[in-house]
């Protein structure tokens, strides 16, 4: 017989053991913001990552393309080591985005001189802890759609 908490595996191995509970959104209360970007990174991304790959997977079965070629996987939240400032969004997600050619790179430019990188396209799922919800959205373009 599965015992509740078994369901709640952090670390789960197929798409079975996979679940989320309004007690998971706990994570995004600790107040040191590395800290929690971490412990979001540890806490929800092995869980959606499965669910994306499922995903993608369902995809390549009914229409016979390979996501993985003209995509890359894209994480929020993707802190970095060095940063001197960490935005918290008080959600996470992961997914799938176009692949940008790094020789044609965008006009648009940071003040840094560095110019931005944009997805036009993207699958992602989204945990989001001011509404408790869990999102999928596919974009192309400007024009998304949300559902779930």
């Not at 971490?38 to 390549?60: G, H, S």
């Not at 994480?75 to 997914?95: C, H, L, M, Q, V």
């Not at 869990?134 to 949300?146: E, F, I, L, N």
Request: hydrophobic fraction near 30%; glycine fraction near 4%; aromatic fraction near 10%.
């Amino acid at each position: 017989m599965e015992n509740k908490d078994d369901r709640n595996n952090i670390k789960p191995s197929n798409i079975d053991e996979v679940c989320f509970e309004k007690r998971d959104l706990q994570v995004f209360s600790i107040p040191d913001v590395k800290t929690k970007f971490e412990t979001v990174q540890n806490y929800f991304f092995p869980r959606l990552e499965i669910v994306l790959r499922c995903a993608l997977d369902l995809v390549q079965k009914i229409y016979g393309v390979n996501p993985y070629e003209a995509m890359s996987f894209v994480y929020r939240p993707s802190n970095s080591k060095t940063a001197k400032n960490n935005e918290d969004f008080n959600e996470a997600w992961i997914g799938m985005s176009g692949k940008r050619d790094s020789k044609r790179q965008l006009k648009i430019k940071r003040k840094n001189g560095k110019p931005y990188n944009l997805h036009l396209s993207s699958l992602v799922l989204e945990i989001n802890s001011i509404n408790y919800s869990m999102d999928v959205t596919v974009q192309r373009g400007d024009k998304a759609k949300k559902t779930l």
